[in-house]
């Protein structure tokens, strides 16, 4: 019984052993296979999708970053003042001053902004981003839509570069670029809510085609550019409308309206 259980003892061992081994090597096989080169390509291709700062819905960084954009549009955005001669309650002469923004849409010394900021007003100066000023030699305007543009004697001036604003989508990233508050030109970024919106702000004042957007519209702001993050103009902020009373949500007459506006009144400019 002692030699028949030792040899049966020595049986199990050796089986063992083979099984063991056995068991080794199909797990290499499993792992070579795993890392098959189709997978370290699918894997490659993967990491680069998930590397390249964009997503599946469209060709939006995220995060968006609206560091270049800024840097595109900034040297062409100008600061407008205004001076405007009213009377108080006295009956005297009272000289008032403004503040708004514009952005130079011709090299040669033309700007767009809103009728509002220059509308009555006695004198315009226009402060460029390099610091230098100029005072208006002409304006035209179209207060329906509270557009107005400017010529100012320089030429050689950097020019914004026009988006599509017909292809704007709820949910875009904009950014609105001005002389806020009359502190010098600031950016404030927010999104889209909504397109095509008319707001009446006035009893027989109304604007129809616009933008809304939750990026902050502060008194100042207004003729400013609203930009997409490629640093494109889509539109042109208007505080005025802030005075219906709402907060948090800021306008901008789309520029699918408004080029067409801007483009005749260009055109009654002096050469």
Same mark, same amino acid.
């Given at each position: 019984?002692?030699?028949?259980?030792?040899?049966?003892?020595?049986?199990?061992?050796?089986?063992?052993?083979?099984?063991?081994?056995?068991?080794?090597?199909?797990?290499?096989?499993?792992?070579?296979?795993?890392?098959?080169?189709?997978?370290?390509?699918?894997?490659?291709?993967?990491?680069?999708?998930?590397?390249?700062?964009?997503?599946?819905?469209?060709?939006?960084?995220?995060?968006?970053?609206?560091?270049?954009?800024?840097?595109?549009?900034?040297?062409? %955005? +100008?600061?407008?003042?205004?001076?405007?001669?009213?009377?108080?309650?006295? @009956? $005297? =002469?009272?000289?008032?001053? /403004?503040?708004?923004?514009?952005?130079?849409?011709?090299?040669?010394?033309?700007?767009?902004?809103?009728?509002? %900021? +220059?509308?009555?007003?006695?004198?315009?100066?226009?402060?460029?981003?390099? @610091? $230098? =000023?100029?005072?208006?030699? /002409?304006?035209?305007?179209?207060?329906?839509?509270?557009?107005?543009?400017?010529?100012?004697?320089?030429?050689?001036?950097?020019?914004?570069?026009?988006?599509?604003?017909?292809?704007?989508a709820v949910g875009e990233p904009v950014a609105a670029i001005g002389n806020a508050l009359g502190m010098g030109i600031s950016m404030t970024g927010g999104w889209i809510s909504r397109l095509n919106t008319t707001v009446q702000f006035s009893d027989t004042e109304s604007l129809t085609g616009l933008i809304e957007t939750d990026a902050a519209i502060n008194p100042g702001n207004s003729g400013g550019p609203l930009v997409n993050y490629q640093g494109e103009v889509i539109g042109i902020t208007s505080a005025k409308i802030q005075e219906?009373?709402?907060?948090?949500?800021?306008?901008?007459?789309?520029?699918?309206?408004?080029?067409?506006?801007?483009?005749?009144?260009?055109?009654?400019?002096?050469?």
């Amino acid at each position: 019984m002692k030699k028949f259980s030792k040899n049966f003892f020595g049986l199990f061992i050796s089986i063992s052993l083979v099984v063991s081994m056995l068991l080794a090597q199909g797990c290499d096989l499993l792992q070579e296979f795993s890392n098959s080169p189709e997978d370290d390509t699918q894997n490659q291709s993967n990491n680069q999708n998930l590397s390249d700062g964009s997503d599946e819905l469209g060709s939006v960084p995220s995060p968006v970053n609206f560091v270049n954009a800024v840097k595109a549009v900034k040297p062409s %955005v +100008v600061a407008i003042n205004v001076e405007l001669v009213t009377r108080d309650i006295f @009956g $005297r =002469t009272v000289v008032e001053q /403004a503040a708004g923004s514009g952005w130079i849409i011709d090299s040669n010394g033309i700007i767009v902004t809103n009728n509002h %900021v +220059v509308e009555d007003a006695t004198s315009i100066t226009v402060t460029l981003d390099d @610091g $230098r =000023t100029f005072n208006a030699v /002409a304006v035209r305007t179209y207060p329906a839509n509270d557009l107005a543009v400017i010529k100012i004697d320089a030429t050689n001036l950097p020019a914004v570069k026009l988006g599509d604003a017909s292809k704007l989508a709820v949910g875009e990233p904009v950014a609105a670029i001005g002389n806020a508050l009359g502190m010098g030109i600031s950016m404030t970024g927010g999104w889209i809510s909504r397109l095509n919106t008319t707001v009446q702000f006035s009893d027989t004042e109304s604007l129809t085609g616009l933008i809304e957007t939750d990026a902050a519209i502060n008194p100042g702001n207004s003729g400013g550019p609203l930009v997409n993050y490629q640093g494109e103009v889509i539109g042109i902020t208007s505080a005025k409308i802030q005075e219906v009373g709402v907060e948090g949500i800021g306008y901008a007459i789309s520029l699918y309206i408004a080029l067409p506006i801007i483009n005749n009144l260009i055109s009654q400019l002096p050469a």
